[in-house]
C-alpha cells in the first residue's frame, strides 16, 4: 500500500496519530506500506527534529514498524492560511514522483484535511493503475463553505476539486457516520465509515478528581483554531473569575489572539506548549473537566467529532462538551459529562455548578467501556483492512 499525508510520525498531528496507530495493526497483519509525507515540520513550520529524527527529503527511512517513509521536502512556513496552503500544494506536488518510485502498491490511500493531498492521490493512483480510497477526515467540501474559503452560491475551485476526486474515487472512508450519510446523498455510493479512536490500553483510567478543592481546574488540549472558537471557554473562565483555574495546551493560528483577550480580560488563564508524554497524563490527572469544543455556527460540525473525544472518554474524566450533532450523541451515550451551548454565560454557570458540587464530576468507567466498543484501534483497524480487502476481491485481512 502507498499512504499519502501530510503529517506523520515523528510529529504528533491528528493523522499522525491515527495513522500510527492504524499501522500497528496492518503492520501485525504483514501488510506492506509506504508513506509518503513530507520532511517533519510540523506545527511551527519548519523543521525542530534532528534530521535522523525528521528524516531527509528524497530519503528512505524505517518507520515504527515495518513500514517505510519516503520524504519529501515542503515550504517552510508560519501561521499564514496562504503559507499552510502553499506548503501543502508544493509537498503535494513532489509526492507524486516520489511516489512513482515506491513498491508498485495494490491501493494508494490520500488522506485529507490537507487537500491537494487529494489531488496527488488521484493522479498517482491512476498513473499505477491501482485503487484509490480517499479518507476524509474533515466533512470537505462543506467545510471550506462554512468557513468561508468559498463566497457566494457559485461553487469555488477547491469544492468541484474535492468533489471530483471522491466521484472518482474507488472507496471513500469517512470518520463519522454523519458525513458518509451526506456523501450518500450526494450520490456517492462506495462510503464507508473507519471513526477516529485510539487503543484503549495505552491510556490509563485515572481516578476522580479531588472531593474537595479550593480552585475548579478546566483543560483544553488541542488545535486553537477557527474551528474550536477558544474564545468562548476564555471569556467563560473570566466570568468566574479566581474560583477557577482555565487550562490551554497546544498552538493553533488563533493563538496570538486567544492570549491577548485573556490578557484583556484578566481571565484566569494559562497557556501552556504542545506537552506529550507524561506531561500529558499529568495535565489530565490535575483537571476537574475536560473541554471538547467545536463552534457551533458551521453546519458541517454537526457531522465532525474532534479525535481528542476519545482519548478524554478513555480517560475517564468529567467532559465540558461544547459540541452538537454527532459529538453531542457520542457524549450523551457514553455517559461522559455535559453538554453545553457555546455562550460564554451557559459554560460559566455549568463550571459553577460543578465546582458546588464536586460529585457530579465523579463518573463511572461507562465512557471508557464506549470506546473499548465503538472507537479501539485493534478493532477499527481490522474493519478497515476488510473494506480494502473487499476493495481488492480478497479474502477479509481478519479471517485469515
Not at 514498524?65 to 521536502?73: A, D, K, M, N
Not at 457531522?303 to 480517560?315: C, I, N, R, W
Request: proline share 6%; charged share 25%; with cysteine.
Amino acid at each position: 500500500m502507498t499512504l499519502l499525508a501530510h503529517s506523520y510520525w515523528p510529529e504528533n498531528s491528528p493523522p499522525q496519530r491515527r495513522w500510527t496507530a492504524l499501522l500497528r495493526e496492518f503492520c501485525a497483519y504483514g501488510w506492506e506500506f509506504d508513506v509518503v509525507t513530507p520532511v517533519a515540520h510540523f506545527p511551527v513550520g519548519k523543521r525542530e527534529l534532528p534530521a535522523d529524527l525528521a528524516g531527509r527529503a528524497f530519503r528512505r527511512q524505517k518507520g515504527q514498524f515495518t513500514e517505510l517513509i519516503r520524504r519529501v521536502p515542503y515550504l517552510p512556513h508560519g501561521n499564514s492560511h496562504l503559507a499552510r496552503l502553499l506548503d501543502q500544494c508544493f509537498s503535494a506536488a513532489m509526492s507524486v514522483p516520489l511516489g512513482l518510485l515506491t513498491r508498485r502498491p495494490d491501493v494508494v490511500i490520500a488522506t485529507a484535511p490537507s487537500l491537494p493531498i487529494l489531488a496527488a492521490g488521484y493522479l498517482l493512483a491512476r498513473l499505477r493503475g491501482v485503487p484509490l480510497i480517499v479518507e476524509m477526515r474533515d466533512a470537505w467540501p462543506d467545510l471550506a463553505r462554512d468557513s468561508r474559503m468559498v463566497r457566494g452560491r457559485v461553487k469555488s475551485v477547491v469544492e468541484m476539486a474535492v468533489e471530483f476526486v471522491q466521484k472518482r474515487a474507488d472507496l471513500v472512508v469517512t470518520v463519522t457516520e454523519g458525513f458518509a450519510e451526506t456523501l450518500r446523498q450526494r450520490g456517492l455510493k462506495n462510503v464507508k465509515t473507519v471513526s477516529n479512536g485510539l487503543h484503549v490500553d495505552t491510556i490509563p483510567a485515572l481516578g476522580s478528581p479531588e472531593p474537595e478543592r479550593d480552585v475548579f481546574e478546566a483543560l483544553y488540549l488541542g488545535n486553537h483554531g477557527e474551528s474550536q472558537r477558544l474564545d468562548v471557554v476564555i471569556r467563560a473562565s473570566a466570568l468566574v473569575g479566581d474560583a477557577m483555574h482555565l487550562h490551554l495546551v497546544g498552538h493553533g493560528t488563533q493563538s496570538p489572539a486567544l492570549e491577548k483577550l485573556a490578557a484583556e480580560l484578566g481571565a484566569p488563564v494559562t497557556f501552556h506548549p504542545s506537552l506529550h508524554g507524561q506531561d500529558v497524563m499529568d495535565r489530565y490527572a490535575s483537571a476537574d473537566t475536560c473541554i471538547v469544543s467545536l463552534r457551533d455556527d458551521w453546519k458541517s460540525f454537526e457531522t465532525t467529532v474532534p479525535s481528542k473525544t476519545y482519548e478524554v472518554l478513555a480517560l475517564g474524566r468529567h467532559v465540558t462538551a461544547i459540541v452538537k450533532g454527532e459529538a453531542a450523541r457520542i457524549i450523551e451515550d457514553a455517559d461522559a459529562g455535559d453538554i453545553v451551548p457555546s455562550i460564554p454565560e451557559d459554560v460559566a454557570a455549568l463550571w459553577r455548578e460543578l465546582a458546588a458540587d464536586r460529585s457530579r464530576l465523579v463518573r463511572s468507567d461507562a465512557s471508557r467501556q464506549w470506546v473499548k466498543e465503538h472507537a479501539d484501534y485493534t478493532q477499527l483497524a481490522e474493519k478497515y483492512m476488510d473494506l480494502i480487502s473487499e476493495l481488492l476481491g480478497k479474502e477479509p485481512a481478519a479471517h485469515r
